[in-house]
């Protein structure tokens, strides 16, 4: 078993914007391995640290507990994903500077998903970097939290779209 540390955030159903009410019962449905974060009326977020077999399974059972716990809630995001170059540094234990001249000194580093102040890249995608030395449970989670926000922004598109288009 490995440690996972990720976070989601979910909306409420409608009509229960206070997050606080839900604190016990995410605890008895089994997310005692997270801290509730109830800033926002509206949403809940939860920073896990969960032991599973693998990262999808961490995830999936987190899941599955927060809607035991708050039946109707959405998920809205999966992180870590969208990091930027402070953020890879601070998982490396090194400079933002360091980051920074491997971004502009190697081109086989990973491009950004978003080009604007600040850079954001998919953590999946700077994990396979080679000079980077990430845990591999950290790989991992970032490729799950990745392929979930993707599944979501597909289930928006075709909210929004219908049938119309592809979006396999």
């Not at 976070?7 to 409420?12: G, P, W």
């Not at 089994?30 to 509206?42: E, F, M, N, P, Q």
């Not at 081109?107 to 980077?132: D, I, M």
Request: proline share 5%.
């Amino acid at each position: 078993m490995n440690d996972y540390s990720f976070s989601l955030t979910f909306t409420l159903p409608e009509g229960q914007d206070d997050p606080e009410r839900y604190i016990d019962a995410l605890y008895e449905a089994g997310c005692d391995d997270a801290v509730v974060g109830t800033g926002l009326a509206g949403s809940v977020s939860l920073e896990f640290s969960r032991q599973a077999h693998s990262a999808v399974a961490a995830v999936d059972s987190a899941i599955k507990d927060v809607m035991h716990a708050i039946p109707g809630a959405e998920m809205i995001e999966a992180r870590p994903d969208l990091v930027g170059l402070s953020d890879i540094a601070d998982i490396l234990q090194c400079s933002r500077q360091n980051i920074r001249k491997y971004m502009l000194n190697y081109k086989n580093f990973p491009r950004p998903v978003h080009s604007g102040k600040p850079q954001l890249w998919h953590l999946w995608e700077l994990a396979g970097f080679p000079k980077f030395m990430l845990p591999q449970t950290v790989s991992d989670i970032a490729l799950s939290t990745f392929r979930l926000n993707l599944d979501i922004q597909k289930q928006k598109l075709k909210n929004i779209q219908g049938d119309k288009i592809n979006v396999a």
